[in-house]
């Protein structure tokens, strides 16, 4: 624990204290990052780059990291706010050239593919980015585990609706049979 690789030092210091308290708070779980990795949804090969502040995490991982920490409220919190301030200067890598409609296949003029996939989800900053990008270019909603999901409430909605439709189908459909079965027998 605390054994870090200094951070690169083009960092701006925004990013540098957010990843020093990153840091912190994950050494203060004691876990090392194979059994962080198993607590949240990203792998340890992810948490070696937010923590050694070559790409920027997810808001869900510094969420993720501080349920695992045990804070919650106003602590979690301040994390949100250094990683909204860390994340607006982080510094970024250009992004990948895109091919033109007809262009050469991605692993260059024979084909050959070098086994790197821009769209496997580990790329660098700028890569792979879409619509569901935030304002600075890094994704904010990935995919949650399903165990984080059970903690939400449903949403209320037309899903709940048609469930009161189909009970109610169904007591009168009971009933009806209940009622021709009385009526047959007796």
């Known amino acids: 624990m605390g054994a870090w690789q200094p951070l690169p030092e083009e960092l701006p210091a925004e990013v540098r204290h957010f990843v020093e308290q990153v840091r912190l708070?994950?050494?203060?779980?004691?876990?090392?990052?194979?059994?962080?990795?198993?607590?949240?949804?990203?792998?340890?090969?992810?948490?070696?780059?937010?923590?050694?502040?070559?790409?920027?995490?997810?808001?869900?991982?510094?969420?993720?990291?501080?349920?695992?920490?045990?804070?919650?409220?106003?602590?979690?919190?301040?994390?949100?706010?250094?990683?909204?301030?860390?994340?607006?200067?982080?510094?970024?890598?250009?992004?990948?050239?895109?091919?033109?409609?007809?262009?050469?296949?991605?692993?260059?003029?024979?084909?050959?593919?070098?086994?790197?996939?821009?769209?496997d989800g580990h790329g660098g900053a700028g890569q792979g980015a879409d619509d569901r990008a935030g304002p600075c270019g890094y994704e904010e909603e990935p995919t949650l585990p399903w165990w984080d999901l059970l903690d939400e409430e449903p949403r209320p909605g037309p899903r709940s609706g048609r469930l009161l439709l189909y009970a109610a189908l169904l007591v009168l459909a009971l009933l009806l049979v209940a009622v021709a079965g009385a009526v047959t027998l007796g």
Request: hydrophobic share 35%.
């Open 25 to 119: 708070l994950k050494d203060s779980t004691g876990l090392s990052l194979v059994a962080l990795g198993a607590r949240t949804a990203y792998s340890k090969s992810s948490w070696q780059r937010y923590l050694n502040g070559t790409q920027p995490p997810p808001r869900q991982a510094v969420a993720a990291l501080c349920r695992v920490a045990g804070l919650t409220g106003a602590d979690a919190e301040r994390f949100g706010v250094r990683w909204e301030l860390a994340v607006r200067v982080w510094p970024r890598e250009p992004a990948p050239a895109r091919l033109p409609v007809g262009g050469p296949p991605p692993g260059g003029r024979d084909g050959a593919h070098d086994g790197h996939d821009a769209h």
